[in-house]
């Protein structure tokens, strides 16, 4: 699509729907917001960049194929669930680390699940611009 | 307790992530290969516990039941993921030939992983909820399966396989749905505990209809079964087999468990509803086997009737029908798998499947006859192989409690199964190729042959194997029957298992 | 509340049979849509309604509060949701494939894969 208008504003857009979508992956865990919805939103972003610039500026604005980071999600999604392996729990188990934690505090608090979180966001990014990518280059 | 459950399905989700980004080379199929012969091991291994222990259940996150997610496995489940590894070990090793470049560039061998993983997790998994899920798992895969290469035929198959399978996802569903708001538990131990309190009995007999639907239209049973010989014939062979070998067992098995476990409350209606399926999907299915002229459309439509089997088991609902359903399933998957991989090779030799335009096997590639003619025989039901003790088993079953038709019906359509073998017999190995064309092996190169044939000719000695020492199978059932029929074992097996 | 919700679902339901009898199979499509959010919508239903609060743990608290919301309908609708999002979407790129290849969405006229008979 050629229009000037949308092609400058999606280079705003994209940005701050990229910003967006990590917002809502990291307070998934005690809020609304996650993986899947953070990931439908980054690839929106990506989405709009492919309307106003065409599928190859998209495709090279991602730099990798959109099926290898779906597959990479799945991959991290697999290594969150075999971590408690090492501590001997169930697999799929959540495990913490607070990082610089002091008496009290939470310090920075790092878990499987934000990191399972974190392969679903992939996968559905992923998963969504492949087919997406694919049906705008058909029509 | 819960890693041994677990590691038969990361074997083959890893797996496919390793041959999705090693899709580029040669080396992503025999990454393949390495992942079924590891998923073969540890299932051999969960089996092995099974035998030994009993039923065994784990809580996946640690999650109490019935509240978190369970793996159980008892020896049906055991024994299906162990069969499951199998043929996907064979048809991976046989995918190395008949894969082209392009299809393993679209991701042939990470798509085929994760269906194996799919159908592991249903044969695994203790809640009805997390069995849909990989229901879709199994879906999505086979969708992409059956449609990658886009030939026209493909696609064409591919609708209605896509479609009827849609249908019977939005049955399960809202099955489940239903179930879930009379009782408050979606956990199938549990389940099987709360149905008797349940007020309204009609209500339940309601649902067990509707998952008999949805689960009926997956094992393609009378009278919902028009997606399967609409599409099985469309894509590559090795499609076919893992397809036609697995898939529609998994709609079997989802039969066997909720129909013994949980809906067991009114045997007269469900059971009667499901003997009438069974005898009418096995004469249906093998009478439009006799219609058809394509190697690969008859065997489809044997899928259907022996489908009928299995039910026939399940529906007489005897401890010895129940083991004849079991030693039935395991039976038939490696012979219909392994039909499929004759069929592709076949038709590589002589350059199609249609009967009409092919022949000449028998004088040109004996070996090949040969391993056409074990499976054949034994979906047909002839002695010493393993489908004889499948039929006698049922058949006495049948007779046992005195069900003259469904022994009879079992009877005439294992005769019209030998009918249509022997027509393929006739046409395709029997006289020479109509165009003067030599079927040799020796058209194909040594690597191929190799690749091709063996897990062939594997999956025939199994055959041959269980023929000959049915003994241990049939106890083996036999102990799987009675672990269905006695559910103590496994309620308390799951709702014991606090981790 | 229940009741007008049934009768959300049942309406929905019909619309979806009526798309889905049609022989075009975009129509289909659509009306299997229509079938999926209804199903939810029974999911969600046969879950209990109630009228209170988001079942999120207040900071502090160990327990949700005592009217919240049961909690798993809900997942369950959300995994639903999930899958058949997924479902759609592939079977809309299958549906594109095959009108651009078989040239009809008409299904009575999809016969590559099972050719009508020859007459003899």
Redesign the interface.
């Known amino acids: 699509m050629k229009s000037l208008i949308l092609r400058v504003a999606t280079r705003y857009l994209a940005a701050l729907l990229l910003i967006f979508s990590l917002y809502l992956l990291l307070r998934g865990h005690?809020?609304p917001g996650g993986g899947?919805i953070g990931g439908l939103v980054g690839a929106t972003a990506f989405v709009l960049h492919a309307i106003a610039c065409g599928t190859a500026e998209a495709r090279a604005a991602l730099r990798v194929q959109p099926?290898?980071i779906a597959?990479t999600g799945?991959?991290v999604a697999?290594v969150a669930?075999?971590v408690?392996?090492f501590s001997g729990?169930?697999?799929?188990?959540?495990e913490w680390l607070f990082l610089f934690a002091e008496d009290g505090g939470k310090g920075i608090p790092l878990s499987t699940p934000l990191m399972f979180d974190t392969g679903v966001y992939l996968v559905v990014l992923g998963?969504?611009l492949t087919?997406v990518l694919?049906?705008e280059e058909?029509? | 307790m819960s890693w041994i459950l677990v590691t038969p399905l990361l074997v083959p989700f890893a797996t496919a992530i390793a041959a999705f980004l090693l899709r580029h080379r040669p080396a992503g199929a025999w990454i393949s290969v390495a992942g079924s012969a590891a998923a073969l091991a540890a299932s051999i291994v969960l089996l092995t516990a099974v035998l030994q222990q009993g039923v065994v259940a784990g809580q996946m996150g640690g999650w109490p039941a019935p509240f978190g997610i369970t793996l159980v496995a008892d020896r049906l489940s055991a024994v299906m993921v162990v069969i499951t590894a199998i043929t996907g070990l064979a048809v991976a090793l046989y995918a190395t030939a008949e894969v082209t470049e392009r299809m393993r560039y679209l991701g042939f061998h990470a798509l085929f992983q994760v269906l194996l993983a799919g159908v592991t997790g249903a044969f695994l998994t203790g809640d009805i909820f997390n069995l849909y899920v990989w229901f879709e798992v199994m879906l999505i895969s086979s969708f992409g399966l059956l449609i990658l290469g886009g030939r026209p035929a493909q696609i064409d198959g591919g609708i209605k396989y896509v479609t009827i399978n849609l249908i019977s996802t939005i049955f399960f569903l809202s099955a489940t749905g239903l179930l879930y708001g009379m009782t408050g538990s979606l956990n199938m131990a549990d389940l099987s505990q709360l149905i008797p309190r349940v007020e309204n009995q009609g209500l339940i007999t309601v649902v067990a209809m509707m998952f008999m639907v949805a689960f009926g239209i997956k094992a393609a049973v009378f009278p919902l079964f028009f997606w399967l010989p609409a599409s099985y014939h469309t894509p590559a062979f090795s499609v076919s087999a893992v397809f036609a070998g697995l898939l529609t067992k998994v709609g079997v098995y989802a039969l066997i468990r909720v129909f013994t476990l949980i809906f067991d409350h009114d045997t007269g209606y469900t059971h009667t509803v499901l003997l009438w399926v069974a005898c009418l999907t096995m004469v249906t299915g093998v009478l439009g086997a006799a219609a058809q002229m394509d190697f690969r459309k008859i065997l489809s439509f044997h899928i259907i009737s022996q489908i009928g089997y299995m039910i026939l088991g399940l529906a007489l609902l005897t401890p010895l029908a129940l083991a004849g359903a079991v030693f039935y399933l395991v039976h038939h998957i490696i012979v219909k798998a392994n039909l499929f991989l004759v069929a592709g090779v076949a038709e590589r030799l002589t350059g199609s499947t249609a009967l009409g335009r092919i022949g000449g096997l028998y004088t040109h590639a004996p070996l090949l006859a040969l391993l056409f003619l074990i499976p054949a025989f034994s979906l047909a039901g002839f002695p010493p192989l393993s489908g004889f003790w499948a039929k006698y088993v049922l058949v006495k079953a049948s007779l046992d409690i005195e069900h003259w038709i469904a022994a009879a019906v079992a009877l005439a359509v294992g005769l019209l199964t030998i009918f249509s073998m022997t027509k393929i017999w006739g046409e395709a190995f029997w006289p020479p190729h109509p165009d003067g064309v030599e079927p040799k092996l020796s058209r194909l190169t040594r690597a191929e042959r190799w690749r091709l044939l063996t897990p062939i000719a594997a999956l025939a000695t199994m055959t041959v194997i269980i023929g000959l020492f049915p003994q241990p199978f049939i106890t083996f059932a036999e102990g799987a029957a009675a672990q269905l029929l006695d559910k103590t074992a496994y309620v308390d097996a799951v709702l014991g298992a606090q981790e | 509340m229940e009741t007008l919700l049934s009768l959300t679902i049942g309406l929905l339901i019909a619309a979806a049979v009526y798309l889905m009898l049609a022989r075009n199979v975009l129509r289909f499509l659509f009306g299997m849509l229509l079938l999926s959010n209804a199903v939810n919508l029974l999911i969600f239903t046969a879950g209990r309604l109630t009228f209170g609060v988001p079942s999120f743990v207040p900071e502090g608290a160990k327990l949700p509060p005592e009217d919240a919301a049961n909690a798993l309908p809900q997942a369950l609708v959300l995994t639903a949701i999930v899958i058949g999002f997924g479902l759609f979407a592939f079977a809309l790129v299958l549906v594109f494939r095959a009108y651009t290849s078989l040239g009809t969405l008409e299904s009575a006229k999809m016969r590559v894969a099972e050719p009508e008979e020859e007459k003899a």
């Open positions: 005690n809020e899947f099926q290898t597959v799945l991959a697999l669930g075999l408690p392996a729990d169930a697999f799929l188990t959540g998963a969504i087919l694919a049906m058909e029509i």
